[in-house]
């Protein structure tokens, strides 16, 4: 009941003016068909008037045309009905869709990170889009459904109450194997969440594109094909179990919902031989009781059937419509304050090491930092706290003066840009993919040639409008094509404080040192960060800081770091001998 009552204002929300349409459209057609039956009486007992000569043939066309009349009407509507519900039905899941990724973008973003949370994701996406069928069969449920049962209940009780008590009574067991029902699905989607989503992404690296070669050429196939099949049967057991288990009480009580029905039968039968009801009334009634019979049986068998497993998954999109969202004031960062870290500590959910221990860095405005480390040191994990994606567990980040922990995300990011170890390669044109990091400014062609040329793309063929995608008609670029171009979207956005987590992997040492000396040009007046594990454009930087197990080590120029021998000449000296053997 509680998430029936949350979807009705989402629902609202996503489609005002179609829900009232529906919901007016389904009272009018519940009306119609209660129409029918008080018409089909007046038709009946016209006729039998007739029959015995207390009527002439005038007399019967008039409640004959009525009835005609209510009847096409009817067909009319359920039409209209049925072509309206088809329409919103679309337009709401685009709309709802929207709520849920208007969310997602207030959520805390270290959230992502966590495995709890992407299950719920999943499950909050399976809700989504029942959210809408949801909503349509309710308003059915209280519009339709309730206005042509309001309209059937009186007339039944107004003949004779015992009727509609005994119809009431025989659908009672069918309605308590509903909620059952709510009980065993909602386990059920609890349960298979995570096997769902395991099962996904092993069905993505059968077909996607970007696992499609490491896959065939390690010959993974048969392994991966082997999980993916073996999560579906476990998935299939589950629902099967589930099913299984629902459909047998089901059965049993719906036995009983059709001994109501015969017992209401009886009673119209003999309340007509006794003269209690007319011969129309009971014509009447007698065909409506069938059309009752159908519809209880519909309304329970898969209507609310269908309700009952939907809300078991509605409950996990409201339950994430509900988690705490980021927030904070908006304030206004002064990056001539530069970027500092106060005895910062981070651990990933799930973990029981801090990623980043105790950390304090300062940058200054104008100044280039250089994060090295071995792998797993902490480098990322410090920039995206300096860059207030993430926040501290302890400590205090300040980004331009304003601490991370009380300012909206959004006022922190305005000023900043980046350039990630995992950077997109969007499925649009080649001046798209850059101008993408700042959607709010108007898109300047010259702009993004100026990035373009700053990170060194190399063009060949490759115009400002050429699709980088082959799924849509388009072409693809080399990885290291596609690392200059995610430089170029960092280098494009405005900013005051920019970062290159280490974007240049693909690129060969020469041009990395190239895109650096560029990048330390382009950084001049800005606070930057540079994360990489060539030492050679480490060197670069103002100030160089040495990471291991999540905590700085060492912080100073290059040459004060080697002439103290320690983590950083250790490293350096390493990567010499490789340079030297080539
Ligand atoms: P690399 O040079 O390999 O990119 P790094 O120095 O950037 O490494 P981080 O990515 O910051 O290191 O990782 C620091 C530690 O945090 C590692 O021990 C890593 O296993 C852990 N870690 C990183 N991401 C997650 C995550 N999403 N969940 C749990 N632990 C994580």
């Not at 038709?43 to 043939?57: K, Q």
Request: net charge negative.
């Amino acid at each position: 009941m509680k998430t029936m009552l949350r979807i009705i204002p989402i629902s609202y929300r996503a489609t005002p003016w179609h829900n009232i349409l529906s919901n007016l459209m389904g009272i009018v057609h519940g009306a119609s068909f209660a129409v029918t039956v008080v018409a089909t009486k007046y038709l009946f007992d016209v006729i039998a008037d007739a029959a015995v000569g207390n009527a002439g043939f005038w007399d019967c066309v008039i409640p004959l045309l009525v009835l005609a009349g209510v009847t096409f009407g009817n067909q009319i509507l359920n039409g209209v009905h049925n072509f309206h519900g088809h329409a919103q039905f679309a337009i709401a899941t685009g709309r709802v869709t929207t709520i849920l990724h208007r969310k997602l973008s207030r959520i805390d973003p270290a959230r992502f990170e966590e495995t709890d949370f992407l299950d719920d994701l999943n499950k909050a996406r399976e809700g989504l889009f029942v959210l809408p069928y949801v909503s349509m069969t309710l308003s059915m449920l209280v519009c339709f459904y309730g206005t042509y049962f309001t309209f059937i209940g009186v007339y039944l009780f107004s003949l004779k109450p015992i009727l509609l008590i005994t119809l009431l009574i025989a659908f009672i067991p069918a309605m308590c194997a509903q909620i059952v029902r709510v009980k065993v699905f909602t386990k059920l989607e609890e349960q298979s969440a995570p096997i769902r989503r395991e099962n996904e992404y092993y069905q993505r690296t059968l077909c996607d594109r970007e696992y499609f070669k490491e896959t065939r050429i390690l010959g993974a196939y048969n392994f991966f094909h082997k999980l993916f099949s073996e999560t579906l049967s476990l998935l299939m057991q589950k629902t099967w179990r589930a099913e299984r288990k629902t459909a047998l009480l089901q059965l049993t009580l719906n036995i009983t919902t059709f001994i109501g029905m015969a017992i209401s039968a009886y009673l119209l039968f003999s309340a007509t031989m006794s003269g209690e009801i007319t011969v129309g009334a009971f014509a009447a009634v007698f065909s409506a009781l069938g059309m009752v019979f159908y519809i209880m049986q519909e309304i329970i068998d898969m209507h609310m059937s269908n309700l009952n497993k939907d809300l078991g998954k509605l409950v996990n999109f409201i339950k994430m419509l509900d988690l705490p969202e980021r927030t904070g004031t908006e304030q206004s960062p002064d990056y001539t304050k530069g970027i500092s870290a106060e005895n910062i500590s981070f651990t990933y959910h799930g973990r029981e090491e801090p990623a980043v221990n105790n950390v304090s860095l300062s940058i200054a405005n104008g100044e280039t930092i250089a994060i090295v480390g071995e792998n797993g040191a902490g480098k990322s994990t410090l920039v995206r706290l300096l860059t207030g994606i993430y926040r501290p567990s302890s400590g205090a980040v300040k980004v331009g003066g304003v601490d991370t922990l009380e300012t909206a995300p959004a006022s922190i990011y305005n000023g900043i840009s980046g350039v990630f170890q995992k950077y997109q390669r969007y499925k649009m044109t080649l001046g798209e993919n850059v101008a993408i990091s700042d959607t709010k400014a108007k898109l300047s062609e010259a702009l993004v040639e100026t990035a373009l040329s700053e990170a060194g793309v190399e063009r060949e063929d490759v115009e400002f409008d050429t699709m980088l995608s082959p799924e849509f008609d388009g072409i693809d670029l080399s990885g290291g094509q596609w690392q200059r171009l995610a430089i170029a979207r960092g280098l494009y956005r405005i900013n005051d404080f920019i970062v290159l987590d280490e974007p240049t992997a693909a690129i060969d040492p020469i041009e990395e040192t190239r895109v650096y000396t560029q990048f330390q040009k382009l950084a001049e007046g800005k606070c930057a960060v540079i994360v990489t594990h060539r030492l050679g454009s480490a060197k670069l930087a103002h100030k160089i800081v040495v990471m291991e197990n999540g905590e700085i080590v060492d912080i100073g120029t290059h040459e004060q770091l080697l002439s103290r021998k320690g983590k950083y000449a250790d490293m350096w000296n390493a990567q010499s001998v490789w340079y030297e053997r080539e």
